[in-house]
């Protein structure tokens, strides 16, 4: 057969018992994708408990926000999936959250959607490795298991613009890579 579009496991998640993305429905659009490892993701009101917690201990008085916490706090999760997509040039996954994360667990994509580059597979970094960022906009912290499902990918294709101007710029990685000189 020939390779079109589809998924593989991660070199280094090999012999782990990576589950592959699946569709779960005859016309399901999504191929839910699995966690890859256990994770907790805390509540982002962790910082009004902090908040107030500092407020009652200066005794009400104005304090300066502790911003390097909150960052820290209010950052997505990344959620590894050990998988990697490849597929045609003119084509991107579509990653999207699952409606059941948001209507069950306070599960937020806080990208919205997650686009997956056709050559962002076997980047030089990180192989290709597919990551759902989370936030955890509950109140409780939620546990990630190992092979829960937490976003779905959808293949799509997308069109260029008539005055394109060509790139010849190999991805290097993901998540800000290209805002980085060479
Ligand atoms: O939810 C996501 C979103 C992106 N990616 C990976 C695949 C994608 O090809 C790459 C770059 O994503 P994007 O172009 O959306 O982010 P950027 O901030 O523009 O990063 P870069 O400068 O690396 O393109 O990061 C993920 O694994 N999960
Ligand atoms: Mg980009």
């Not at 390779?3 to 191929?31: H, W």
């Not at 990697?84 to 990653?95: C, G, I, S, T, V």
């Not at 990180?126 to 937490?150: C, M, S, T, W």
């Amino acid at each position: 057969m020939t390779k079109l579009r589809g998924f593989e496991v991660v070199s280094k998640y090999q012999d782990q018992n990576i589950i592959l993305p699946r569709r779960q429905t005859i016309a399901s659009a999504g191929y839910d994708f699995a966690a890859a490892k256990d994770m907790v993701i805390p509540s982002i009101w962790r910082l009004n408990f902090v908040r107030i917690f500092r407020l009652i201990r200066n005794g009400h008085q104005l304090y300066e926000p502790d911003y390097e916490m909150a960052e820290q706090v209010l950052k997505p999760f990344l959620i590894p999936t050990g998988v990697k997509a490849y597929m045609p040039e003119d084509e991107f996954l579509l990653l999207a959250n699952r409606s059941s994360n948001t209507f069950k667990r306070s599960l937020s994509l806080p990208n919205g959607i997650g686009v997956i580059d056709s050559d962002y597979y076997n980047n030089e970094a990180n192989e290709g490795e597919i990551f759902a960022q989370l936030i955890n906009y509950g109140v409780r912290p939620i546990k990630i298991h190992k092979g829960d499902r937490i976003a779905q990918g959808i293949f799509m294709k997308y069109q260029k613009a008539d005055d394109d101007l060509p790139v010849s710029r190999i991805r290097a990685n993901g998540f800000g890579s290209t805002n980085k000189e060479d």
